[in-house]
């Protein structure tokens, strides 16, 4: 019996690096800061008025 990773190791390989730098970039704060300036109306129609 043998096993052989083929290309699917090389594309797994890929995905996984993919999600390190993607992980590494990730900002969550951007998010928490989103949701506080829709909180406080910022950047809504009613503010422009």
Same mark, same amino acid.
């Given at each position: 019996? =043998? $096993?052989?990773a083929g290309p699917g190791a090389v594309f797994f390989a890929a995905v996984v690096i $993919? =999600?390190?730098l993607a992980a590494a970039t990730?900002?969550?704060g951007l998010i928490r800061d989103h949701r506080s300036q829709m909180h406080d109306g910022v950047g809504t129609a009613d503010q422009a008025s």
């Open positions: 019996m =043998t $096993i052989e $993919i =999600t390190l990730f900002d969550p």
